[in-house]
């Protein structure tokens, strides 16, 4: 789902359905139709009177976390795979810790590595899911980040890491056929950067 505050311009091209609800309660019955599969493919939502993402904002606890798109010498990107997924590495951010040193912490947990030199920040994502009864919402910042393929690497276990590797632009390819759709455009926008 996309918030918008107004329609999108029509002399553009959207692949996306406009959906305009008018009270939070048309809004979570609009969310209850996406999560139980009524209502497929891209949505944007638009509030009349009413700010629609701040609506979705309250029903939510909020989650900030951070992670890596990590790259070594030969431009490989460090890949994860958890509960027999591949992922990248990320994590919750800690209170009172800066976001970017956050990421870089995590990296350096989940996979092992020592020396993490943090580049620039890349994008955001977004995303819900639900915990002991109560919805989440989770914001995750991706920062580029630059690693030897010297160190070794080792997999945290406690966070159900299984494997840690670098990937080749084949490896990726094949990252991108098993893993969450929300981290498609966070591989999208790390290839833009190589480019």
């Not at 209850?32 to 209502?39: A, H, K, Q, S």
């Not at 909020?62 to 590495?89: C, M, N, S, T, Y």
């Not at 989770?138 to 159900?160: C, G, H, I, P, V």
């Amino acid at each position: 789902m996309l918030f918008l505050e107004a329609a999108p311009d029509p002399s553009e091209s959207h692949d996306r359905r406009v959906v305009y609800v008018n009270s939070k309660k048309e809004l979570r019955t609009m969310v209850d139709r996406v999560e139980r599969g009524d209502m497929e493919g891209g949505i944007t939502v638009i509030g009349h009177d009413f700010d629609a993402w701040e609506a979705f904002q309250q029903e939510h606890d909020f989650v900030l976390a951070a992670g890596g798109l990590v790259v070594d010498e030969h431009g490989r990107l460090l890949a994860i795979k958890r509960l027999g997924k591949w992922d990248l590495p990320k994590g919750k951010v800690e209170k009172g810790e800066a976001v970017d040193m956050g990421a870089v912490r995590e990296v350096q947990e989940e996979c092992g590595l020592q020396r993490v030199d943090l580049k620039a920040f890349v994008t955001s994502t977004w995303h819900t899911y639900e915990r002991k009864g109560r919805q989440h919402l989770k914001r995750t910042d991706w920062f580029l980040m630059r690693a030897s393929s010297n160190e070794a690497l080792t997999a945290q276990s406690e966070e159900d890491i299984e494997e840690v590797r670098w990937l080749d632009s084949n490896g990726v390819r094949m990252m991108e056929a098993d893993t969450y759709p929300s981290l498609l455009p966070v591989l999208k926008a790390w290839r833009a950067l190589s480019a």
